[in-house]
């Protein structure tokens, strides 16, 4: 869906997303911006229809979910998000906040990788 078509209402709720990370995504994102990770180049609470997604990028079609305590009690509507994402070609891999924080990262960075298709060399990038 482009820009164009997506509520004025999500465009501002997307930047006050950006604007108040949880500290799981500040830290994924400082490992994901700037193509730091592969070369993939991600956008950070990103609209895509009437849905703001954690991280995607567009060129793998993929979208990085954050799960924490906040996922606790929306299981069924994470479940039809991600069912409208999927139908709509895109991919979805859920992280858990947990994994983020631990001291070594580079599990979830591996899955990044290979979920956006990527090679993986003896040092995880």
């Known amino acids: 869906m482009s820009e164009s ?4 209402e ?3 709720r997307s930047k ?3 604007r108040n990370m949880t500290g799981p995504e500040r ?5 994901l911006r700037g193509r730091r990770l592969g070369g993939l180049k991600f956008r950070r609470q990103a609209p895509i229809g009437p849905f703001i997604v954690d ?3 567009a060129a793998q079609k993929l979208i990085l979910e954050l799960d924490g305590a906040s996922h606790a009690d929306r299981g069924e509507y994470d479940l039809r998000r991600q069912a409208f994402l999927e139908k709509a070609g895109y991919r979805v891999l859920r992280v858990d906040n947990d994994d983020v924080l631990a ?3 580079e599990p ?15 040092g995880g990038n």
């Open 5 to 8: 078509k997506i509520k004025v």
């Open 10 to 12: 999500t465009l501002q």
């Open 16 to 18: 006050g997303l950006r």
């Open 27 to 31: 830290k994924l994102w400082s490992l």
């Open 55 to 57: 991280f995607f990028c």
């Open 103 to 105: 001291a070594d990262v």
């Open 108 to 122: 979830v960075l591996v899955g990044i990788l290979r979920a956006a298709g990527k090679e993986i060399d003896e």
